[in-house]
């Protein structure tokens, strides 16, 4: 089929329809359920951008030759990685970054898993086999995935092995000659409004006989019987696009998966009860590294519009010539700056794995995923002091087409723009840095790979330090002995 348009995406939402759940009431139609349907359309209008732009966003398949999405190349060369960089910043411009679980997250994801089969197959030659097959499988039919990591939230002080309930996390229930049965939960699915799920393990299973049957990877249709995604309340409130500017658009969706006895089949399996090679998959294979790259991306989009953002405010009210307005912007020019420098650096020091996909350099990699979750929040604070009292006394589109229309197009005005200009601008701060959807995004960037201090606990232990505590040992010798 090669790679769909926005109503084919539509289409096989209606089509294949999933149990999803919000607010106490199974969801008919995602395509038309209201404070869902707009991220729905979202989605199809990135799947559009695709044909809008195909020598960015498409690549002829390797296997068809149909046209089909960048996203699951699997690049071999620095040109190759390169251009999957620009897809994913052509795609995540278009959102400002608001849409973080687009597709190409997974996909990058899912293209790592094939490059590195053989590392699956280690385990199991069909596992290796299985994420070949699949890669080939959502190319070729431009799927949408969602993808769920971690275990409920409940005693957090033991392993999922521990809990009161063996089944309240997502276990291994019934092995069957065809597949298996899993039971219990997983968190957090964002973007349910997808067409299959990857269901992948975190790398914090204990090597212990009692976390392997919590210990699988594999990927099923959102539509497979047992499987529920119980959605939290959607931020999108069924306002207008003026009133609720990103929300009313960008609205993805979290949702906690419930595996009500599914069945999984081995062909859809691509790791099984082997907690180490659970452990190891993400790195071994680059797929952390894929998808970190993916993320930059959308950073570099989501600070270019912050920065587009406060500047125009600041034009729009006349505050550039205070100095702490430079300040505060200049702050958020060395965040793009800063973005951008490391993903460079990851493609242009980018080399082949161990399986020959090019791979970016994971040291500036990693050191973006670390830096933006404390950058992010405070870019927004920037927003809400440059804003201020702006920032809640906007009206309504109703009020501005209300009985006061004459009276809030002379009182609201700024110093370079007439009331109808302003009003627009700073319901877009509003909902970028106070509103409900502004305010999940903050908490999705600060957690965006996990908790921060456990992060940096691995940055600790896996990036050597040898080379510069040599140098400083060098220079104290040199001194005890001049």
């Given at each position: 089929m090669g790679a769909r348009r926005g109503e084919?995406?539509?289409?096989?939402?209606?089509?294949?329809?999933?149990?999803?759940?919000?607010?106490?009431?199974?969801?008919?139609?995602i395509t038309s359920e209201p404070g869902?349907?707009?991220?729905?359309?979202?989605?199809?209008?990135?799947?559009?951008?695709?044909?809008?732009?195909?020598?960015?966003?498409?690549?002829?398949?390797?296997?068809?030759?149909?046209k089909v999405g960048r996203s699951y190349q699997i690049p071999r060369t620095h040109e190759e990685l390169t251009g999957i960089g620009e897809m994913m910043l052509t795609w995540h411009r278009s959102t400002f970054?608001?849409?973080?679980?687009?597709?190409?997250?997974?996909?990058?994801?899912?293209?790592?898993?094939?490059?590195?089969?053989?590392f699956l197959a280690s385990a199991d030659a069909r596992f290796g086999e299985n994420a070949i097959r699949y890669l080939e499988y959502i190319r070729e039919n431009d799927l949408c995935l969602t993808h769920t990591l971690i275990h409920p939230q409940a005693n957090r002080s033991v392993a999922v092995s521990q809990q009161a309930d063996e089944f309240l996390g997502a276990r291994i229930?019934?092995?069957?000659?065809?597949?298996?049965?899993?039971?219990?939960?997983?968190?957090?699915?964002?973007?349910p409004i997808s067409d299959e799920i990857m269901v992948f393990p975190s790398t914090l299973l204990r090597s212990v006989a009692e976390d392997a049957p919590y210990a699988f990877g594999f990927a099923i249709p959102n539509s497979t019987p047992g499987l529920k995604f119980q959605a939290r309340e959607t931020v999108d409130y069924g306002r207008s696009q003026y009133d609720h500017p990103l929300g009313a658009r960008y609205e993805e969706l979290d949702a906690v998966v419930i595996f009500d006895d599914v069945f999984v089949?081995?062909?859809?399996?691509?790791?099984?009860?082997?907690?180490?090679?659970?452990?190891?998959?993400?790195?071994?294979?680059?797929?952390?590294?894929?998808?970190?790259?993916?993320?930059?991306?959308?950073?570099?989009?989501?600070?270019?519009?912050?920065?587009?953002?406060?500047?125009?405010?600041?034009?729009?009210?006349?505050?550039?010539?205070?100095?702490?307005?430079?300040?505060?912007?200049?702050?958020?020019?060395?965040?793009?700056?800063?973005?951008?420098?490391f993903r460079r650096a990851a493609e242009v020091d980018a080399a082949p794995n161990d399986y020959g996909v090019m791979t970016p350099a994971w040291a500036p990699i990693d050191a973006a995923r670390n830096l933006y979750p404390r950058l992010y929040p405070r870019m927004i604070e920037i927003v809400q002091q440059i804003g201020a009292s702006g920032l809640v006394a906007m009206p309504t589109e109703a009020d501005?087409?209300?009985?006061?229309?004459?009276?809030?197009?002379?009182?609201?005005?700024?110093?370079?723009?007439?009331?109808?200009?302003?009003?627009?601008?700073?319901?877009?701060?509003?909902?970028?840095?106070i509103s409900a959807f502004g305010t999940r995004q903050v908490l999705y960037e600060r957690f965006f790979f996990g908790d921060p201090v456990r992060m940096a606990g691995a940055v600790f232990r896996s990036h050597d330090r040898t080379e510069h505590m040599d140098r400083v040992r060098e220079f104290l010798k040199e001194q005890t002995t001049w």
């Open positions: 084919e995406v539509l289409r096989r939402f209606r089509e294949q329809p999933i149990e999803l759940w919000h607010r106490g009431e199974r969801v008919k139609d869902i349907a707009n991220g729905a359309r979202s989605l199809a209008a990135l799947y559009d951008l695709q044909w809008e732009q195909p020598d960015t966003m498409l690549f002829d398949s390797p296997s068809s030759g149909d970054g608001m849409m973080g679980r687009a597709p190409d997250y997974l996909n990058r994801a899912m293209a790592a898993y094939a490059g590195g089969a053989d229930k019934e092995e069957r000659d065809d597949g298996f049965i899993v039971k219990g939960a997983r968190m957090l699915a964002t973007l089949p081995w062909e859809r399996v691509f790791l099984y009860q082997d907690v180490d090679v659970c452990n190891q998959a993400y790195a071994t294979t680059g797929a952390v590294i894929h998808m970190a790259h993916q993320v930059i991306c959308k950073n570099i989009a989501k600070t270019e519009y912050l920065l587009g953002l406060v500047s125009m405010i600041i034009d729009s009210i006349g505050i550039e010539p205070f100095q702490h307005i430079h300040e505060k912007v200049t702050e958020i020019w060395i965040n793009l700056e800063t973005m951008k420098a501005v087409n209300g009985p006061l229309a004459e009276d809030i197009q002379h009182y609201y005005q700024s110093a370079r723009q007439t009331a109808l200009e302003r009003i627009p601008l700073f319901r877009l701060a509003w909902d970028t840095a």
